[in-house]
């Protein structure tokens, strides 16, 4: 599965981490000094990446 294959949106600055809202889920994390996030989704044994997704939205350092 590639990245094109995902909706991707602004999500929610709060919580952190990964929050399921019943339709999706929201991602947030932390960094004072990223220059880029990408969220990597593996399989279930976790071995094999599915896909590299970049997360381009941020508010302030989240």
């Known amino acids: 599965m590639s990245e094109n294959e995902y909706r ?3 999500g929610l600055p709060y919580p952190l981490g990964a929050t ?15 220059e880029k996030v990408e969220l990597c989704l593996f399989d ?4 094999r990446e599915l896909a ?11």
């Open 52 to 62: 590299r997704v970049a997360l381009p939205e941020f508010t302030h350092e989240i």
């Open 8 to 10: 991707v949106w602004p």
């Open 20 to 34: 399921w809202d019943g339709s999706g889920t929201n991602f947030t994390l932390f960094s004072a000094h990223a």
């Open 44 to 47: 279930d044994d976790g071995k």
